[in-house]
């Protein structure tokens, strides 16, 4: 690559998409206050909170590499109209399971790369999922098994792991439910001849 590409993300699942892709990238976390961003933009739907956010992470890395593409990412759940965020303990991860359980919701996944201080890209996905119904000795065993894992994404589970066993049905793209929309982003690398045709 002529050019360097940073991800503005300390997102580990992120991070192995590109890698596994082939994709030659450094890891420049973003210093962004997510929750200052959400306040300012409540009201707003949801898909524009992640876009700004994913915006927000770019622009806040590429401030100190000018000359870098930087990918900024970000993810909201949406379920009947109230958003969640990554669960702060295991409380709130028994407390996502038990809303979500039985219902559909939507992971509205940002992503945005910014290059000089301008956006030369944005995508929006936004796969819907059905959570079977759980009862509670699930919930419990899935908890113990999974561990603080469950705090680590906005639905407390990972769908690449035991996650899977939580959903009846999953509509949309799977790297975009791990958290970026991996074709997209690389079909525009190539189309700035920054990967081969």
């Not at 890891?27 to 961003?37: F, K, P, R, T």
């Not at 039985?102 to 995508?123: M, N, Y």
């Amino acid at each position: 690559m002529t050019t360097g590409l940073i991800l503005a993300s300390a997102s580990v699942v992120r991070a192995r998409l590109l890698e596994n892709a082939g994709i030659p990238f450094e890891i420049c976390a973003s210093g962004v206050d997510e929750s200052y961003i959400k306040q300012q933009r409540a009201g707003e739907k949801a898909q524009e909170i992640a876009m700004a956010l994913a915006v927000a992470k770019a622009m806040d890395v590429a401030r100190e590499n000018a000359d870098a593409l930087v990918i900024g990412a970000d993810q909201i759940l949406e379920c009947e109209g109230q958003l969640f965020d990554k669960p702060s303990d295991m409380a709130g991860a028994r407390s996502h399971l038990q809303n979500l359980q039985g219902k559909t919701h939507r992971l509205l996944t940002a992503a945005s790369v910014v290059r000089e201080g301008e956006t030369i890209w944005s995508h929006l996905e936004t796969p819907a999922l059905t959570m079977r119904h759980l009862t509670e000795g699930f919930i419990d065993d899935y908890l113990s098994d999974v561990g603080s894992a469950a705090l680590t994404s906005v639905g407390a589970y990972q769908l690449e792991g035991r996650g899977a066993q939580l959903f009846d049905r999953i509509d949309g793209d799977f790297f975009s439910i791990l958290g970026l929309p991996l074709l997209p982003l690389l079909a525009f690398l190539r189309d700035q001849s920054l990967l081969p045709e």
